[in-house]
């Protein structure tokens, strides 16, 4: 079992960049595909959209679309945390954004992870 932390959101205006961590607790962390997820206020009732992956090691990811080159996964196994870098934020990145974590049956894009982090909010200004 792992336990998931999400941290470093908050309010910057567009073509700012921020960083969000995601610390993890519990055993084996490097084992675990990992990724990150976000939903936005104004759609409480969709599912939340998949943001970027990463896997065990760190040696594939996955982006949607609409943050392929602008954001960056990554993940340092020694620290047991995974990492978001955004750049060129733009203010339909608002959301609340989640880290997950799956191990056995991992699919990087889809919302079936079996961890979930609480959330951190991203707030861009236009």
């Known amino acids: 079992q792992v336990q998931l932390v999400e941290s470093g959101g908050g309010l910057v205006q567009a073509g700012d960049s921020l960083r969000l961590s995601c610390a993890a607790s519990?055993?084996?962390?490097?084992?675990?595909?990992m990724g990150w997820f976000r939903q936005a206020r104004q759609a409480p009732g969709k599912e939340r959209e998949f943001v970027a992956a990463i896997n065990w090691s760190g040696s594939s990811t996955y982006y949607a679309d609409s943050v392929k080159g602008r954001f960056t996964i990554s993940r340092d196994n020694a620290n047991n945390t995974m990492y978001l870098q955004m750049n060129s934020l733009k203010p339909e990145d608002t959301a609340v954004y989640y880290c997950?974590?799956?191990?056995?049956?991992?699919?990087?894009?889809?919302?079936?992870?079996?961890?979930w982090g609480q959330g951190t909010q991203v707030t861009v200004s236009s």
């Open positions: 519990g055993r084996s962390f490097s084992t675990y595909g």
């Open positions: 997950a974590a799956d191990r056995r049956n991992w699919r990087p894009t889809t919302n079936e992870y079996g961890y």
